[in-house]
């Protein structure tokens, strides 16, 4: 994975059709994803349960691009290696799941995936200062994680000083949640680069129709680009 702050779409198969999952990550990299986002959550650190390490093995046989797997779970540190293991690109811990979160990003990246720290709506920017030359990515919740389809949390101020604060650090930063061809634009100014959508990519598509989500994905896409122009 080499490094560039182009904006990158991301999907997150969180939308997808759960009983399609091989021919709908198929789908969305031939209509122009960038990455794709897989959200694992445990039903304990957020009120939702979706994928463990077998299933994410499973998307990884369909996945070209980037597995980008964000791990909504505490503890977090029994875990890493599964993961790894299961082919993910990028794991992403949240750093309220657990008190040594630079010890969860040394763990990361001692699997030789690259490592995300994610930040809730509630945690400062400040909280990560100390970690910006063990990551790879850092991931700002504009939702509180637990569930797909939520109403956007404007956190551009954050976006702005953590962009400041990452300077010229090879770090990606990260949207997850509520991104849209509205959002979009908001965000990319601010210095985000990699836009993670749900709803708003799978919205009026399926496998039989997959242009639908090519359309999406432009959208997004393009609405982040003219931010920049």
């Keep these: 994975m080499s490094f560039d702050r182009r904006i990158k779409i991301a999907p997150s ?19 122009g994803a960038d990455w794709v986002h897989v959200d694992v959550m445990d039903g304990h650190f957020v009120p939702n349960l979706t994928f463990g390490p077998p299933a994410v ?3 990884r046989r369909h996945v070209g691009t980037v597995m980008d797997v964000h791990l909504m779970i505490a503890p977090v540190d029994l875990y ?5 293991d299961a082919g993910a690109d ?10 040594h979160i630079h010890r969860t990003l040394q763990a990361i990246r001692a699997t030789g995936k690259k490592a995300g720290v994610a930040l809730n709506p509630g945690t400062p920017a400040d909280a990560v200062a100390h970690l910006l ?17 939520q109403k956007f ?5 954050k976006v702005r000083r953590l962009r400041q604060m990452i300077g010229d650090r090879p770090v990606h930063i990260e949207i ?6 509205t ?8 210095g985000a680069d990699v836009l993670v959508a749900g709803s708003a990519v799978f919205r009026g598509g399926s496998v039989a129709n997959p242009t639908t989500y090519g359309d999406n994905i432009a959208a997004i896409r393009r609405a982040a680009e003219s931010a920049l122009a």
């Design 80 to 84: 890493i290696q599964a993961f790894a």
């Design 176 to 181: 997850d949640g509520g991104v849209d061809p």
């Design 133 to 149: 030359d063990l990551a790879d990515l850092v991931c700002v919740m504009t939702v509180n994680p637990g569930f797909g389809g």
């Design 90 to 99: 990028i794991i992403t811990a949240h750093i309220e799941a657990g008190p």
């Design 57 to 59: 093995a499973a998307f």
């Design 13 to 31: 198969i969180l939308s997808a059709d759960f009983a399609d999952f091989g021919r709908e990550i198929q789908a969305i990299e031939a209509q």
């Design 153 to 157: 949390i404007d956190m551009t101020d």
């Design 183 to 190: 959002t979009a634009p908001m965000l990319a100014a601010a």
